[in-house]
């Protein structure tokens, strides 16, 4: 089946425009007045969402799905077409394609699936059709499975469309298959696939809807656990009881407490810090003898365990995240520390660092060897990283012509002197020094992210400067310091609002979105940059609880 049957067959919505090839990147209609011309009024009652894309799912968030509502731990979406990334992240509307490969691949996952779960049958259908007869408990199965499918009760387009399923299956076959075909069938849809929005339209704020119950449930759900609503949200929904921020806030507060939390706070930093790139991270070995390609995979388990016990674990903020002199290690981590009578087992526990050399992610391993050569370090390279990622101050590319290749290894020669040269050469000088006197301030650590005192047999001169940022502009020396500078940077915070944002809304922050953004800003600044704080405050914007009123079907 090609894509243009697999939307024929399954009833693609008018409401939805989806082509192979392209995004599914339109409103759900067309939005009633221009979204981010009007004027902005932070004032509590004028109300701005900004855009609202269509959402399909991620490979991510397919798996968590599917284990949610099929109890499936295959990970089945790990071998669809990777999912692409832009503004830093794979979530982005604009760019999740569908393409006739990845159709291929849900109705392949799709067949597997159910015809897993029909192996399960009286676990999986809660009724007995011998004792209330087939076509009553596949008329039950229908409505409860599909309700948590498609997060919402079903409407009558999607009743039929499953019912027509089950009656022909089960004419042809058997009730088991016909509940296989049911399953099958919800998997493929749309209604499965994406999360369509459409709102209620408010009286008071023209040309705005507010999200139904539903909609705000799987926002929520998604955003927090990039799942499908549990049967407590759900339940909620049923009671229309999300219809204020406060009830929506409460929801949030219960669902950070659950262990799916912990998935979104890991897909988020592994993103953010670029950390899915270190398998790319190899080493000399004739340099680094030490360096194993598995330590790739320590370096980001050791990272996300460290976040992940910050944000969730201690109920940490933005400063503890840059500045900790601590980390999370294992038998594997503390043998690449050098650490003797620490953790011998699999599992991550809490070991204190020396606080002259480490502070949180700005000296974690996984950075520091991610923003380095195979060979040397790389000034550029880490200043890139902190201005972009940290600061939101994204770098010009070089000119069209220019080669770019790091200074050769020079015996006798400091990185930071082979260096020199982009500071002295015009072509090079404007972008370079924002970028390489903050990488300056990092030589104290190796390729690998191991603490060092010399490079090529001298002292490592590990002073550093920060210009052209808002407030971390000045001089530094060493990473601990640079991690302080930062973990008290109203600009680094502000940037950190904008990552979760993008993350959050599938889209950066437009103008539309300031009223939100400065909403998002002060209340993370009132709880003291406690990260659990800003999770919560997304779902309380303008943003996140409403969309520019549509028309369906035009």
């Given at each position: ?27 759900i209609?067309d ?8 004027p ?13 894309p ?26 669809f ?13 604009a ?5 006739d ?19 399960n ?11 209330i ?42 009730f088991p ?20 929005e459409?709102?209620?339209?408010d009286?008071?704020?023209p ?15 998604f ?9 407590t ?10 219809g ?18 912990r998935?979104?706070i ?23 003898p ?34 900790a ?18 953790p011998t ?33 790389s000034?550029?390279?880490r ?15 070089p000119?069209?012509g220019?080669?770019?290749a790091?200074?050769?290894?020079t ?15 015009p ?12 990488g ?10 191991l ?14 400067d920060?210009t ?16 302080k ?9 502000a ?16 103008s ?5 953004t400065?909403?998002l800003q ?8 406690d ?7 997304l779902?309380?914007?303008d943003a ?11």
């Open positions: 089946m090609n894509a243009n049957t697999w939307r024929r067959w399954f009833g693609l919505p008018a409401i939805v425009v989806v082509s192979a090839g392209a995004a599914c990147v339109g409103e209609g939005p009633i007045g221009t979204p981010g011309v009007q902005l009024v932070c004032n509590g009652t004028t109300i701005s969402p900004g855009d609202a269509v959402r399909r799912m991620t490979q991510f968030e397919y798996n968590n799905t599917v284990r949610d509502l099929l109890g499936d731990t295959t990970q089945p979406a790990s071998s077409p990777p999912d692409e990334v832009a503004n830093g992240f794979n979530n982005q509307a760019t999740l394609v569908v393409t490969l990845l159709v291929q691949s849900y109705m392949t996952a799709a067949e597997a699936l159910a015809a897993t779960a029909a192996t049958l009286d676990t999986l259908v809660g009724c007995d059709p011998t004792a007869g087939a076509a009553a408990c596949g008329a039950q199965f229908i409505q409860s499975f599909g309700k948590r499918a498609f997060r919402r009760p079903l409407d009558a387009d999607s009743t039929a469309l499953l019912t027509g399923v089950f009656t022909y299956a089960l004419a042809q076959w058997d298959t016909a509940i296989q075909l049911v399953i099958q069938t919800a998997l493929e849809s749309p209604r499965f696939l994406y999360r369509l459409i709102g209620l339209p009286p008071s704020a040309g705005v809807s507010k999200l139904d119950p539903y909609e705000v449930a799987s926002r929520l759900s955003l927090l656990w990039g799942s499908m609503p549990d049967a949200l759900m339940a909620a929904a049923d009671a229309d009881a999300l204020t921020p406060a009830l929506v806030s409460a929801q949030a507060q219960r669902m950070l407490k659950d262990p799916k939390a998935d979104v890991q897909n988020f930093h592994d993103q953010w810090l670029q950390l899915d790139q270190l398998a790319t991270a190899s080493k000399d070995t004739t340099l680094y030490s360096y194993t390609p598995s330590l790739e995979a320590t370096w980001k388990a050791e990272t996300l365990a460290f976040v992940t016990d910050v944000v969730i674990d201690q109920h940490g903020d933005l400063g503890t995240l840059l500045s002199p601590y980390t999370m290690m294992n038998a594997s981590v503390a043998a690449f520390y050098g650490i003797s009578g620490g087992g699999s599992a991550f526990v809490h070991v204190d660092l020396d606080p002259t050399q480490r502070a949180g992610l700005v000296t974690q391993p996984s950075v520091l060897a991610l923003t380095a050569h195979s060979n040397e370090t000034p550029t390279l200043g890139k990283f902190i201005r972009e990622q940290l600061l939101c101050e994204p770098v010009q590319p000119p069209p220019i080669v770019i790091p200074p050769p290894v015996p006798g020669a400091t990185t930071r002197q082979q260096y020199s040269e982009h500071s002295t050469d072509y090079c000088a404007k972008c370079h020094n924002l970028m390489d006197p903050i300056f301030g990092l030589e104290s650590y190796d390729p690998l992210g603490w060092r005192s010399t490079d090529q047999g001298l002292p490592v001169d590990a002073s550093g920060i052209g940022s808002k407030d971390a502009n000045g001089t530094f020396v060493g990473g601990v310091a640079l991690a500078r930062l973990a008290t940077s109203n600009e680094v915070r940037c950190v609002v904008a990552q979760w944002f993008t993350y959050a809304q599938g889209r950066p922050a437009a539309a979105d300031a009223c939100s400065v909403q002060a209340a993370f600044a009132a709880a003291n940059y990260i659990q704080a800003l999770l919560i405050a779902s309380q914007t996140f609880l409403y969309r520019n009123t549509v028309v369906p079907g035009m």
